[in-house]
């Protein structure tokens, strides 16, 4: 016999917001440790880029095989529906007992640039029924998130906040250094074959003369 138990949390804004203020109660942080653990779990969850899950799964009996994790996984943004772009790699090995960890899925549409989340009333996400015996029959495992009251504008504050931004600032000017450095390579050779052309032109010029 088989039993599976899946819990999945979506990592709102809000439910960040509580859990940071519940850890600083429970451990009567100062307000600049409250700060430095807001910013290593926003820094870990990625949300700029990504859309974040904790699964935690508890399988008793038969083991479960859930490899490749992400082909399991489904996310429902209105019409449309994306996979997972990292997850937590140890959901590809077998399976019993206990285990928990992240799953992330892209924030923005690889065309158009958009949020994926804006304008949404919810968040559906579907995992695959044939992961196991006690699933299959039932079909896909759904979770549900009422999404119109989340505010991602309530983590734009504090030194947590300015402190991303300027992660996110240097991760920016480097890349746009790269990018300077790469066409700066390009300018460089077109200006070598253009004199290139140049010189030639002037010597068959001065042949005809």
Do not use: C
Request: hydrophobic share 35%; glycine share 6%; aromatic share 10%.
């Amino acid at each position: 016999m088989q039993q599976v138990r899946i819990r999945v949390t979506y990592y709102s804004a809000e439910y960040i917001e509580a859990l940071v203020r519940s850890e600083a109660e429970k451990n009567l942080w100062t307000r600049d440790e409250e700060e430095q653990y807001r910013y290593s779990l926003l820094k870990t969850l990625n949300l700029d880029e990504r859309i974040a899950f904790h699964f935690d799964f508890n399988v008793t009996g038969v083991p479960v095989y859930l490899q490749p994790f992400d082909r399991h996984l489904k996310l429902f943004v209105g019409k449309k529906v994306i996979e997972p772009v990292d997850y937590d790699k140890r959901f590809n090995f077998k399976l019993q007992g206990q285990r928990d960890g992240m799953v992330w899925f892209p924030r923005y549409d690889e065309k158009t640039g958009k949020n994926v989340l804006d304008g949404l009333r919810d968040l559906r996400l579907a995992i695959d029924g044939s992961i196991s015996q006690a699933t299959t029959r039932g079909g896909d495992v759904r979770f549900v998130w009422d999404i119109t009251g989340d505010d991602p504008s309530v983590l734009n504050k504090g030194t947590a906040a300015a402190r991303l931004e300027m992660d996110r600032l240097i991760k920016r000017l480097e890349k746009l250094r790269g990018d300077r450095a790469k066409i700066q390579q390009q300018m460089d050779a077109v200006n070598k074959e253009l004199s290139e052309i140049d010189n030639r032109v002037s010597e068959l010029q001065q042949q005809e003369d």
